[in-house]
Every structure is written in structure tokens, then in C-alpha cells.
């Protein structure tokens, strides 16, 4: 069974940094491309960032760009966002997500989500 | 890029039918089969029930049904249930390495 953990939320005040972690099991991990969605409160689903398979080719978002880092260590199964110059617009649940396929753009397997809220 | 446009709601009756439409552009929906729809409820992560325009993931049922005419993707739902009143997300490859969503469409079953 896919699961995926998400850690390292919390509050943080404007202009801080925050990293999140996945951790990932039930799948071979580094066959397939992740992606971050995040959720505001009350708001719909908005993409981050991806993150390819081996290769580590990266893709952001424009809200995010500049300010955000994925990246992945496939020797601990674990996917990382790392998040500067945080504003309070980037308040959200955020979700990692597995591929359906090993570089697809469809979200197959969903996280639990890890609250962020930017706040003074 | 702005966000695909689905309706806000949309309501139907248990057995009926309903149809949640996700409308883009020759950039996204119109350019590529890469469609997605998810099924989310509150309080919880949302869930992929069709991919690639009309492919349903093992477990999905089938009254769950997607289509694409140019640039509109359609989500329909037959046989419409009380379990099925959720959010439904339309989401489509960008062209930019990158995804977009749709705003969302609260589905009611009365």
C-alpha cells in the first residue's frame, strides 16, 4: 500500500523558512516523479512543485518560484520542500503526491497534508 | 496562468446523472490528453478518479465517467449517490512542466 508522510509544518512568522519532508513507502520510490499541491483554507487545490524521477529535474510554480526547493534523497524514500521569504498568501495545507506513472502529470496517491500558516 | 474554469456547484438527485464541466485553453486541456479529475471530501486528501481524460484508476467505480471536446474537459457521474456529494477538482498538464487546476465544483445530492 502507497503511503506518504508529511512532517514539518507549523507556524511560521513572514519572511521565514520552513522545510517539509515526505516520507515515502509501498512503492519503489525512485521510479516515479513527486509533486507538492497545496491547499489554502477554504480554497482549492493549487500545484508547487515536481520533481523528476532519477534525474531530479525540477518545476515550479510561478507563486513559488524563487522561494521554494524540491528536492528528494531516493536512498531514504523521502521528498523535501524547502520554503523561504514566507508570506501569509502561502498558508495552506500542502499534500505530496505520487505520479500515476513514473513521469505522469496525473496525482495518483495523496498524503495526509501538512498544515503551514505564516503569521506574525 | 489562470485557473480552469469549472462551475461553482452543481446539484442532481440520487440516480440521476450530472455533468461537472472544465473549460481551459489550446495551452492546456485543448493541447494535451492530460486531464485529470479528483474527488475530495472535507476534511480530507482529495483522491484521483480519472486520469488521462477518461482512464479510471483500479477501485474507481464506473459511474464515474470523463470526456474532452477541444478545449472542455467533462466529468459525469450516473446512478448519482449520497456518498458522492464531495469537491471535484479538474486539473491538466500546462505545457509548462507544470499543472493546472480548476477552481473546484461543490456537488450536492438533494
Known amino acids: 500500500e502507497v503511503q506518504l508522510v508529511e512532517s514539518g509544518g507549523g507556524l511560521v512568522q513572514p519572511g521565514g523558512s520552513l522545510r517539509l519532508s515526505c516520507s515515502a513507502s509501498?512503492?519503489?520510490?525512485?521510479?516515479?516523479?513527486m509533486h507538492w499541491v497545496r491547499q489554502a483554507p477554504g480554497k482549492g487545490l493549487e500545484y508547487v512543485s515536481t520533481?523528476?524521477?532519477?534525474?531530479?529535474?525540477?518545476y515550479y510554480a510561478d507563486s513559488v518560484k524563487g522561494r521554494s526547493t524540491i528536492s528528494r534523497d531516493n536512498s531514504k524514500n523521502t521528498l523535501y520542500l524547502q520554503m523561504s521569504s514566507l508570506r501569509p498568501d502561502d498558508t495552506a495545507v500542502y499534500y505530496c503526491?505520487?505520479?500515476?506513472?513514473?513521469?505522469?502529470?496525473?496525482?495518483?496517491?495523496w498524503g495526509q497534508g501538512v498544515l503551514v500558516s505564516v503569521s506574525s | 496562468q489562470s485557473a480552469l474554469t469549472q462551475p461553482a456547484s452543481v446539484s442532481g438527485s440520487p440516480g440521476q446523472s450530472i455533468t461537472i464541466s472544465c473549460t481551459g485553453t489550446?495551452?492546456?486541456?485543448?493541447?494535451?490528453?492530460?486531464v485529470s479529475w479528483y474527488q475530495e471530501y472535507p476534511g480530507k486528501a482529495p483522491k484521483l478518479i480519472i486520469y488521462?481524460?477518461?482512464q479510471r484508476p483500479s477501485g474507481v467505480s464506473t459511474r464515474f465517467s470523463g470526456s474532452k471536446s477541444g478545449n472542455t474537459a467533462s466529468l459525469t457521474i450516473s446512478g448519482l449517490q449520497a456518498g458522492d456529494e464531495a469537491d471535484y477538482y479538474c486539473?491538466?498538464?500546462?505545457?509548462?512542466?507544470?499543472?493546472?487546476f480548476g477552481g473546484g465544483t461543490k456537488l450536492t445530492v438533494l
Open positions: 503526491v505520487k505520479s500515476q506513472y513514473s513521469s505522469s502529470w496525473s496525482l495518483a496517491h
Open positions: 509501498g512503492f519503489t520510490f525512485n521510479d516515479y516523479a
Open positions: 520533481i523528476s524521477s532519477t534525474e531530479g529535474y525540477t
Open positions: 489550446s495551452s492546456d486541456v485543448g493541447n494535451y490528453d492530460l
Open positions: 488521462e481524460v477518461f
Open positions: 486539473s491538466s498538464y500546462a505545457g509548462t512542466r507544470t499543472i493546472i
